[in-house]
């Protein structure tokens, strides 16, 4: 360890912080916690975002698999739509292209 990050640990306690049992993914110094509720590694002078391994995993999975219908829906329509020569039909396709299209914002807003 060097005098760099003891003087670094000192100044941090001095102002607050407090030694975690927890160290820092990179160098495994022990991380400390700052008055703000931030984690801080003295040895790297960075601050450390702890990232739990599964979080919102199966939410983003069911998310994607969402958008991914509608977008295989949206090149349906948009095929249909190319071959359409009644001005009805093509105004129904765009009618519905434009729902799927709203869709998929708001699946995308949820994220
Ligand atoms: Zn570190």
Redesign the pocket.
């Known amino acids: 360890m060097s005098e760099g990050s003891l003087k670094n640990m000192g100044d941090l306690l001095r102002k607050g912080a407090t030694m975690l049992s927890e160290s820092?993914p990179?160098?495994?110094?022990p991380l400390f916690k700052l008055k703000d509720g931030s984690l801080l590694?003295p040895?790297?002078n960075?601050p450390?975002v702890k990232v739990s391994a599964d979080a919102d995993v199966g939410g983003m999975a069911q998310q994607g698999s969402i958008d991914q219908t509608l977008l295989i829906k949206v090149k349906e329509i948009q095929g249909k739509l190319e071959a359409e020569t009644d001005p009805e039909k093509i105004n129904a396709l765009l009618e519905t292209l434009m729902k799927l299209l709203d869709a998929r914002e708001r699946v995308r807003k949820l994220a």
């Open positions: 820092c990179d160098c495994n110094t590694c040895m790297c960075k450390v």
